[in-house]
């Protein structure tokens, strides 16, 4: 139940085009989804966060997209630029109970090509 | 300049060695963390501490120690029983009641 499932592990894409990592849950006591973006040999930063009571979050070109029913979330990375390739990772955690850990999925691996 | 600092950058470990990485951090929060990061494996929960003084075994806890003397520290131990010590070393705070977790710059451990 505390498991986040990400997908794709991989992912490739033509510069100008958009990136589509997702991810669930199962956890329905989660209240916080973010995005990690980590570039090789540094730490994660955090990109982007949504809580669900909304059902989209955009920042520049990144979006969250959140379907609370299907208990999943996606990161969509419109007019993708080299400099976006990265391992992006998604998590899940809840802010109401305290500094619990979040639980985050396995990564996705984005390469942006020219 | 606030944040997260992690040494050493790179870490050699002889077998049969004890070795300590070193987290700090400035930013005043209650909670940290330390995660263990290998490829395709995304990043794995060793301890993690919510308060001085006390904290918790995470997913993959045997062959690690840890302490929580001071607010701003969390030194992580990785002891001669890890088998397999080879990794990328995360870690990471937060305050309570606050979403954003913050990471270090990570400390890349060797076996000689």
């Known amino acids: 139940q505390q498991q986040v499932k990400q997908s794709p592990q991989s992912l490739i894409v033509q510069k100008g085009g958009i990136s589509i990592i997702n991810c669930a849950y199962e956890n329905t006591a989660f209240d916080y989804f973010p995005w990690y973006q980590q570039f090789p040999g540094k730490g994660p930063a955090l990109l982007i966060a949504i809580r669900p009571d909304v059902s989209e979050k955009k920042e520049g070109r990144f979006t969250i997209s959140f379907n609370k029913s299907a208990k999943q979330f996606s990161l969509h990375i419109m007019d993708s630029q080299p400099g976006d390739s990265a391992t992006y990772f998604c998590a899940a955690g809840s802010v109401n109970s305290g500094n619990t850990p979040l639980v985050f999925g396995k990564g996705t691996r984005l390469s942006v090509i020219a | 300049d606030g944040g997260i600092t992690q040494s050493p950058k790179y870490l050699f470990r002889k077998e049969g060695q004890n070795v300590t990485l070193s987290c700090e951090q400035n930013l005043n929060h209650d909670a940290m963390y330390w995660y263990r990061q290998d490829p395709g494996q995304g990043l794995r929960l060793i301890y993690y501490?919510?308060?001085?003084?006390?904290?918790q075994k995470g997913d993959i806890a045997e062959g690690y120690s840890v302490s929580r003397e001071k607010k701003e520290s969390f030194p992580l131990t990785v002891t001669s029983a890890q088998k397999n010590p080879t990794a990328f070393y995360l870690c990471?705070?937060?305050?309570?009641?606050?979403?954003?977790?913050?990471f270090g710059p990570g400390t890349r451990l060797l076996v000689l």
């Open positions: 501490s919510q308060i001085v003084n006390d904290f």
């Open positions: 990471a705070s937060r305050n309570r009641g606050q979403e954003t977790q913050y």
